[in-house]
């Protein structure tokens, strides 16, 4: 739901009238400078020179209304193709855009010729990837050492919230951000990360601007076990008539007047048409929210776009067609019928935002989620495979705000242990005759791993299931033939006692075996698929976050082929663990015996916290990279000699 949610959520609660303009004092020089930069900043991809973001709520002289008005003006020095293909295409997103005030952009080249975006080219996209629609304009003359400017202002629908993330994928030289309003109106911002805290100003005429500058901040780097894009610089602004009894509170009313109040008496065609699907297809024993979460998923399409219709809910009945806040009242609607008690839940995803219950903000608003008191557990309405269960994993962790009838209050979303997810595998591995590589495996997966894999399975039964097997049994060894392939419990609702996804496959690959002269080598690593790894250069910046606790039980019986005899075993002795506090926070452990004519080798991968601070990184890259050179791993058969 996401972005969309968030701008459906501001609505909610704009209870006042916050609809000489300060943008048209900002201009581009007439005669444009070629900025000089470092030798430093020389060998990077590209730098801004200047990012200023002005957002302007205006009210006319003559009037009650406001207007709200919001400019970027970017200089940026491109130094490489790389550079090149991040800055040659502008984005502009124009969602909730009333008017384009202005766009107007420019190329300079060294020896100091300019070329001017021709606005003819300028482009609307309508909902890209879901995040609503842009102006697009690629510019002509972006080239290796150019520099490139460009500046738009926007006429948007008046709103109480706004954001705006700093930091970008490359060094911004100076950030200035500016918010100017009227006296008439109340406000408040907030810096994230490190950004500088807003200095006040006022000016004629009883207006404020609010300004705060940061120089030199570095990239953000993409890292993986972090969440980089929630760690960004960045600032959000309330500005509205008043906060009266608060905003938090404004919002609990508009909820609960959305989706809690629903009365299902008047709605007797869901009531029926619910009932006589579950006559169907309910199951044994079958938990009352997975029912209604079957129905719902297996009936209405969700439209993942903006179309306000579809978020009446009468309009979703008859249609069986909603948006991704329209079908939560189809399940608020039912779960109030049958008198089942829930909580809804506004959070953010943690990659993206970590929530802050002390500043009201959009970030914060970015998914619905219902709650269940009586099992401690949640279901995502605009997830078609979500069941009762934990919260997605983008949500552990995070604080939520919990919307009751009468109240609410803010609380962390649990997390699971470790126990809770778990890879299990058993693999038979030997060579046959024609010196290629048979594995048979048996799996067994639990919580977020099996409703991963039980999401996938429903979606290519319909599509390519041998793109499944591929993608589930033999990641990595492009030449494997699979001979056997079955499943158990898949089934979707299973997620909420967490009974394992089981499914057991045989192949054979030519690729598992090397003929080294007489000796063979069997690499037996590659059958447990790709790997992270985390053999970087440069240095760590973000503290290590992972997708979710959990753990690998690895058992292998490889059959040690007749006048062959096994050497290096030793390399499988592993033991890499990161201790916090007396606790074993993660650990690669692996070993291995020799039974008559069998290798045994067993290893465990287990990642208990969801959390490290940096400082505990490189011991957390050692456990990581040892799980990735097991799986580079091979065992060398050496040809006994008969002749003696």
Not at 3 to 24: D, G
Not at 240 to 262: A, E
Not at 324 to 350: C, M, P, W
Not at 576 to 602: H, L, P, R
Request: glycine letters at 4%.
């Amino acid at each position: 739901m996401s972005v969309k949610f968030k701008f459906f959520i501001l609505f909610l609660f704009l209870s006042s009238a916050t609809f000489a303009q300060f943008y048209k004092n900002n201009d581009w020089e007439k005669t444009p400078t070629f900025y000089e930069i470092d030798a430093e900043e020389e060998a990077l991809a590209s730098v801004a020179i200047k990012e200023k973001y002005m957002i302007q709520y205006y009210q006319p002289v003559m009037g009650n209304s406001y207007r709200l008005f919001e400019t970027k003006h970017s200089i940026i020095r491109v130094n490489s193709e790389k550079g090149v293909n991040r800055h040659n295409r502008v984005y502009i997103p124009i969602r909730s855009v009333r008017k384009v005030i202005d766009i107007k952009a420019r190329v300079l080249t060294q020896d100091g010729k300019i070329k001017v975006l021709n606005k003819k080219n300028i482009k609307e996209v309508k909902n890209v990837k879901d995040l609503g629609s842009f102006k697009i304009f690629a510019i002509e003359g972006v080239t290796k050492n150019s520099q490139l400017e460009f500046i738009y202002t926007l006429e948007k629908e008046i709103t109480a919230t706004g954001s705006i993330i700093v930091q970008k994928d490359y060094k911004v030289k100076e950030a200035e951000v500016i918010l100017r309003k009227p006296a008439s109106l109340t406000s408040k911002i907030k810096s994230y990360n490190d950004f500088p805290e807003f200095a006040r100003n006022v000016f004629q005429g009883n207006k404020y601007a609010y300004t705060a500058t940061a120089k030199n901040i570095p990239a953000m780097i993409d890292e993986g076990s972090a969440t980089p894009e929630a760690n960004r610089m960045k600032v959000s602004y309330v500005v509205r008539g008043s906060f009266g009894s608060g905003m938090w509170q404004n919002l609990k009313n508009g909820i609960k007047r959305t989706y809690i109040d629903i009365e299902p008496r008047r709605m007797k065609n869901l009531l029926a048409d619910f009932s006589a699907y579950n006559d169907k297809n309910k199951t044994e024993n079958s938990e009352p929210i997975n029912d209604i979460a079957n129905y719902v998923h297996n009936t209405y399409n969700i439209i993942r776009s903006r179309a306000p219709e579809y978020d009446d809910i009468n309009t979703i009945i008859s249609k069986k067609q909603a948006t991704e806040q329209g079908i939560a009242k189809v399940f608020t609607a039912l779960l109030n019928h049958y008198d089942i008690d829930y909580e809804v839940v506004l959070t953010s995803n943690r990659f993206r935002h970590k929530f802050d219950e002390t500043f009201y903000t959009n970030f914060n608003l970015q998914e619905l989620l219902l709650y269940f008191p009586a099992s401690d557990k949640y279901i995502n309405p605009s997830s078609v495979n979500s069941r009762l269960d934990y919260a997605p994993d983008k949500y552990i962790s995070n604080v939520g705000v919990f919307i009751t009838n009468n109240d609410y209050q803010f609380k962390t979303i649990g997390t699971p242990d470790a126990e809770h997810t778990k890879t299990v595998r058993t693999y038979n591995l030997s060579i046959n005759e024609d010196m290629v590589g048979l594995v048979e495996c048996k799996q067994e997966l639990t919580g977020y791993k099996a409703d991963v894999v039980r999401g996938a399975h429903k979606y290519f039964l319909k599509e390519d299931y041998n793109k499944f097997k591929e993608i589930f049994a033999t990641s990595g060894i492009e030449d494997a033939e699979i001979s056997q392939f079955d499943v158990e419990n898949e089934r979707l609702d299973l997620i909420t006692e967490n009974v394992p996804f089981v499914n057991d496959w045989t192949y054979t690959a030519e690729s598992l075996v090397d003929e080294l002269g007489d000796d063979l080598m069997f690499n037996i690593g590659k059958v447990i698929g790709t790997q992270m790894e985390f053999y970087q250069e440069v240095e760590r910046v973000n503290p290590v976050e992972i997708q979710f606790p959990n753990l690998y039980d690895y058992h292998f019986e490889i059959d040690i082929p007749e006048g062959f005899q096994p050497s290096g075993l030793e390399a499988f002795k592993i033991d890499e663990k990161v201790m916090i506090e007396g606790e074993e926070a993660c650990s690669f452990i692996s070993n291995y015996e020799v039974q008559d004519d069998k290798i045994i080798i067993k290893a465990s991968e287990t990642y208990n916290l969801l959390k490290m601070d940096i400082e505990h990184y490189e011991a957390y890259k050692k456990v990581v990279n040892s799980a990735f050179d097991f799986s580079k791993k091979g065992i060398l058969f050496e040809k006994l000699d008969t002749s003696r």
